[in-house]
């Protein structure tokens, strides 16, 4: 390091490298999907939000899991914290599988989201995660039903607030409120009317 940088606070240099590193983000070149499949998979889909919609998701929990769940996993992945809800679609699949494909199913989704240090581990107390654990050996249809309830309420608590005071849901009801059923799509981290028709 030079004598000039030496002199300088910690802070200061912190803060140089701090926009060096944005500055260098900012020049580097956006890398363009070369398909028409790419570019699908990196658009968010369109998706048909009416004024009904909207209001049903404010007034309970269950209505937006029920009727809403795409723009709540939207919501969570803007926050990286999709895997509450991952955790509780994947008991829904559980639920629906063959009894002879039960067994590995449980034991995927138990490495995957219950195991301590697992990829997506979720937020369990450990007695329900040892009942749980226990409950493996036998892979019935209710071997997560303890988990995925805590799962649920944890959501209704904690991530299902801080989706009602997200700008995504207040941009929702602005449009909601203020254009007719029209097909919505976001780019940008913007919602955005697909079809140009109501100046969204």
């Known amino acids: 390091m030079c004598k000039g940088l030496a002199t300088l606070p910690a802070t200061c240099l912190k803060s140089a490298k701090d926009i060096k590193h944005k500055i260098g983000f900012l020049l580097q070149k956006p890398e363009f999907p070369t398909d ?14 009416s004024p009904a919609d909207v209001e049903k998701w404010k007034l309970s929990f269950n209505n937006l899991m029920n009727c809403g769940r795409t723009v709540f996993t939207a919501f969570l992945k803007s ?9 509780w679609n994947a008991c829904e699949e559980y639920k629906k599988s063959s009894p002879n494909k039960m067994a590995a199913k449980a034991k995927e989704i138990y490495e995957q989201y219950i195991e301590a240090d697992s990829p997506n581990e979720v937020n369990l107390d450990s007695a329900t995660r040892e009942e749980t654990r226990q409950n493996l050996s ?6 997560f039903n303890d988990a995925q309830q805590k799962i649920f309420n ?3 608590k904690d991530s299902y607030r801080r ?7 207040q941009d929702l009801s602005l449009l909601s409120t203020t254009t007719p059923l ?3 799509k976001k780019i940008g981290g913007k919602i955005v009317c697909s079809e140009n028709r109501c100046g969204a």
């Open 154 to 156: 944890l959501m209704e």
């Open 79 to 87: 926050e990286l914290s999709q895997e509450n809800l991952e955790f």
């Open 138 to 143: 036998i892979a019935g249809l209710s071997c």
């Open 36 to 49: 028409q499949k790419q570019v699908k998979e990196k658009t968010t889909a369109v998706k048909r939000v």
């Open 182 to 184: 029209c097909a919505l």
């Open 163 to 169: 989706f009602l005071h997200s700008k995504l849901i």
